[in-house]
């Protein structure tokens, strides 16, 4: 600011405005202002004002620009509210975090499993179920090594993981797992049971115990041969 008066105490108010809309920046419904008060020393200068504001309700790339109005002795000394100008003009990116998990087998949990398919849903009600025609399909993980999925580029907020399809051989879990993005760059290693990351358990080996029976049978109906002929035989030298 120039033309100031040396000594004289002034009052600096700031408003956020949304570029895209020209209109107020409401964050929870409400402004985001700022106001600072100085004594300059000489007739030009500079002061600084810090917003401050919740980032995570923008769930998009947003410019603000900052509006100003200066007073002395409670009178509009001047005034900046232009909302093409570069120089008042901050982009703000919303917050993204990540989701990571391993798939393990349930009986080795060194052995990892490739072939799942994950999805994640907003969970738009914040309840950590998922209720179908509420919560929302984000897309699925991406398996980047064997049995690691992992799925970037989540917005902040409340999300849900669910194993749509499990790897060959193993049961699904239908559960549907709940995780939040709090922060920006967050990253979340997601385990179901801890130092268990994500496992599966999979299924018993068909045919192994109908074997054990089938031969049981066949003992049995040898062993029944030999009772037969043996009876038979010693019935034959009986009638002589």
């Not at 490739?114 to 025609?133: C, L, M, P």
């Not at 993005?181 to 997601?190: M, N, S």
């Amino acid at each position: 600011y120039k033309d100031l008066t040396p000594g004289k105490e002034y009052k600096l108010t700031g408003m956020l405005m949304n570029k895209a809309t020209n209109d107020k920046l409401l964050i929870d419904g409400k402004e985001i202002t700022a106001e600072a008060t100085f004594t300059p020393k000489a007739p030009t200068g500079e002061v600084e004002m810090t917003f401050t504001f919740d980032a995570r309700e923008l769930t998009a790339e947003t410019e603000v620009v900052v509006f100003e109005t200066l007073y002395r002795d409670k009178l509009e000394f001047a005034t900046h509210a232009d909302i093409t100008d570069g120089d008042q003009t901050v982009k703000i990116l919303p917050l993204h975090g990540s989701i990571s998990t391993i798939k393990v087998d349930a009986g080795d949990s060194q052995h990892r499993l490739s072939g799942a398919v994950f999805g994640i849903y907003r969970d738009v009600n914040g309840d950590g179920r998922y209720t179908e025609g509420i919560d929302t399909f984000v897309g699925n993980m991406r398996e980047k090594g064997t049995g690691v999925y992992e799925l970037d580029g989540l917005l902040y907020g409340k999300f849900l993981i669910h194993e749509k399809q499990a790897p060959s051989g193993f049961s699904q879990d239908k559960n549907y797992y709940s995780f939040e993005i709090t922060r920006d760059g967050e990253k979340v290693q997601f385990e179901v049971k801890p130092g268990m990351n994500f496992p599966n358990s999979a299924f018993p080996k068909t045919g192994s115990s109908n074997h054990g029976v089938y031969a049981a049978l066949l003992a049995l109906a040898v062993s029944g041969l030999g009772l037969g002929a043996v009876i038979f035989h010693k019935v034959k030298k009986a009638s002589k």
